[in-house]
């Protein structure tokens, strides 16, 4: 399988006018919020430098009826998502440094307003499924795949290739693919849990096995073959392994024939005791 056959929507950059370029700390986990609103709006917002600084590297959601993601900061980049770490959220019970929380992550919005009433607060399903295989193209893709697919990387030559070390060392559970309310707790008590129309919240467990599993046979490629080393060697000693395996096969061809000719006489052999064995069976 191939990139293709993840089927992901094309990935566009929207330049957010607030984040910080580079990251303080490793990416530990990926973090998911609702926009409480749509793509369109949260993209207007996030690019306008009037608002208050806010951000996240991606936002998934549809326009004119189809499904698409925005990146608005460049994912070596630190994008102020998650705001301030709360106790009343889980972020510290997992081991996660408390401070820099921004710098440790992947922050992801979906869209969860239609113009529907009925629908308010709900994510749909295929914006959840984009956003699932979006996580899985940055957890299990190679840097090749992150280009092809479209993610926006500021140094690709230095900052991608750390990246992925340390993309590909984030465990794909409960406690690594998460809600914002799993930083902010109290401060963010609906980000993302029930809310309106949504009687669910954040279904972390469908997440976790789609990231993990369903999508991530289409991003395993054949491992490349081996790399073989050359090695330069000193005339002298070239020559010398030259002489070297002449000799060997001077010495197999001798060996050959000695043995050719053995067979020869174990052949003259058997059949002087066939002719042997007939003559006593007739006495």
Known sequence: ???????????????AAHYTEGRTE???????????????????YFQNPATRPVSTHFGVGKIS????????????????????????GRWDDWGYKTTEVNAQTVSIEHQDHWGD????GIVLPEVQEASQKLQALIRWGTIA??????????????????LRKEISNIPVDGHHIIMHWDIAGALKPYCWRPWQK??????????????RDT???ALQLVPPPPVVETVTLPKADYDRLLAE??????????????????NGYVAKLLLKLQDIQAVIDRA
């Open 215 to 217: 999508y991530r046979e």
């Open 65 to 88: 009826g189809k499904v698409v993601i925005h990146q608005y900061v460049p994912l070596d980049d630190t994008a102020y998502g998650n705001g301030n770490y709360d106790p009343s």
């Open 117 to 120: 009433d009925s629908l308010k």
């Open 245 to 262: 395996k002449a000799t060997l096969l001077t010495d197999k061809a001798a060996l050959v024939a000695a043995l050719e000719k053995a």
């Open 198 to 211: 949504d009687t669910v919240g954040f279904p972390r467990s469908t997440y976790v096995a789609r990231i």
């Open 1 to 15: 399988m191939t990139l293709a056959d993840l089927k992901l929507p094309p990935i566009t950059f929207h330049r």
């Open 26 to 44: 490793p990416v530990r986990a990926f973090v998911n919020h609702r926009m409480v609103g749509t793509v369109a709006g949260t993209t207007s």
């Open 145 to 162: 795949q992150w280009k092809a697919a479209g993610i926006t990387i500021r140094n690709w030559d230095t900052n991608a290739p750390i």
